[in-house]
């Protein structure tokens, strides 16, 4: 098993912004290594959508409403992955979860809250 456990999320005025961070723990990391790392939203009323992902060799894929606004990065040695947004907007409020691949199979976190609000 893994357990990811996200922190970072708040409430952040249009323009600001916020880093989450996700940590992933576990025994079987020993053994299979983490092969992509992923920031996931779901806003109400919609289904969850990718954001940003890396891959253990540090390449990157941003959904095109992110692009140039996020970034995400990783520490392979560490099992974290970090997610730098700037320039937020209101459409960014969205409950934002970790997600990993390990041994061909998928782990999520619980979710953080991010709300952009004036």
């Known amino acids: 098993q893994v357990q990811l456990v996200e922190s970072g999320g708040g409430l952040v005025q249009p323009g600001g912004s916020l880093r989450l961070s996700c940590a992933a723990s576990?025994?079987?990391?020993?053994?299979?290594?983490?092969?992509?790392m992923a920031w996931y939203r779901q806003a109400p009323g919609k289904q969850r959508e990718s954001v940003a992902t890396?891959?253990?060799?540090?390449?990157?894929n941003y959904a095109d409403v992110v692009k140039g606004r996020f970034t995400i990065s990783g520490d392979n040695a560490k099992n974290t992955v970090l997610l730098q947004m700037n320039s937020l907007l209101l459409e960014d409020t969205a409950v934002y979860y970790c997600?990993?691949?390990?041994?061909?199979?998928?782990?999520w976190g619980q979710g953080t809250q991010v709300t952009v609000s004036s």
């Open positions: 997600r990993v691949v390990v041994s061909n199979r998928v782990y």
């Open positions: 576990g025994n079987i990391l020993s053994i299979y290594p983490i092969r992509t």
């Open positions: 890396i891959t253990s060799g540090g390449d990157t």
